[in-house]
C-alpha cells in the first residue's frame, strides 16, 4: 500500500468518523428537546400524552442508542488509522494503534490514557514535541473535560431515571439535558481535532510520496 493509499484511507474514516458525529450531535440535540419537553410537563411517557408527541420522543429516545454505537465504531476505525499512519511514516507514538482504542474501555485508565494518546496523536502528526509534559492545543483540553464531565453527568442521569421517585425521575431529566447540552459541545471539538489531524498526516504523507 502506498502513501498516497493510507493517505486516502484516512481521510474516508475521517470523512466516516465527522459523519458519525454530526448523527450524534442531531439524535443528542433530539434527546435534549425531548428532555425540555419532559421537564415543561408538555409531554408525559408514563400516560404516553399527547400521543403523537409522545411517540415522538419515545422514538428519539429509541434511536440514540444505536446512533451512539455507531458512532463510537466509526471514531475508533478513525483513531487505530490515525496512529497506524504515523507508525507507517516512520515515526514512533506513545501508544499503539491498539491501546489508542483499547484505553476508552480500561476502567480508571478511561479517565487519563484516552486524553494523553490524543494529544499525543496530535504532537506527533504536526511534528511537534511527543512529551506529555507540553501543552496540549485547548480544543483537546475542552474536548476531553467536556467528554469527562459528560460522562459522569449522564452516568447519575441514568441512575435517576430507573428511580420510582418522582423527585429523583426529574432530576434524571434535569441532569440529561446538562449532560446531552455538554456531550454535544464535546463532540464539536472532537469533529476538529479529527479534522485538522487528518490534514496535517494526508499532508505529510503526500509530501513523502512525492519525495520518496
Given amino acids: 500500500m502506498t502513501k498516497i493509499d493510507n493517505a486516502s484511507g484516512l481521510e474516508n474514516r475521517g470523512r466516516l468518523a465527522a459523519l458519525g458525529l454530526y448523527a450524534f450531535l442531531a439524535s443528542t440535540a433530539g434527546m435534549l428537546v425531548c428532555e425540555l419537553l419532559e421537564l415543561a410537563g408538555m409531554v408525559d411517557l408514563d400516560l404516553f400524552e399527547p ?21 463510537i465504531i466509526l471514531v475508533a476505525m478513525w483513531l487505530y488509522r490515525a496512529h497506524a499512519s504515523l507508525r507507517e511514516m516512520g515515526y514512533e507514538t506513545e501508544v499503539s494503534p491498539g491501546w489508542a482504542v483499547g484505553w476508552y474501555f480500561i476502567p480508571l485508565a478511561h479517565l ?28 483537546i483540553n475542552f474536548w476531553w473535560g467536556c ?6 453527568v449522564n452516568w447519575q442521569s441514568t441512575r435517576l431515571s430507573l428511580s420510582e421517585n418522582a423527585a429523583e ?7 440529561g439535558a446538562v449532560g446531552s447540552a455538554i456531550s454535544i459541545a ?7 481535532l479529527i479534522r485538522d489531524i487528518t490534514r496535517a498526516q494526508t499532508d505529510g504523507l503526500a509530501a513523502q510520496e512525492v519525495f520518496a
Fill in 51 to 71: 400521543a403523537l408527541l409522545a411517540g415522538l420522543v419515545s422514538a428519539v429516545y429509541l434511536i440514540n442508542l444505536p446512533i451512539i454505537i455507531g458512532c
Fill in 112 to 139: 487519563v490514557m484516552p486524553y494523553k494518546s490524543m494529544k499525543d496523536l496530535w504532537n506527533t502528526s504536526f511534528s511537534e514535541t511527543g512529551d506529555f509534559s507540553s501543552s496540549a492545543p485547548s480544543a
Fill in 147 to 152: 467528554w469527562i464531565v459528560s460522562n459522569m
Fill in 169 to 175: 425521575y426529574e432530576l434524571s431529566l434535569v441532569l
Fill in 186 to 192: 464535546a463532540a464539536y471539538f472532537l469533529i476538529g
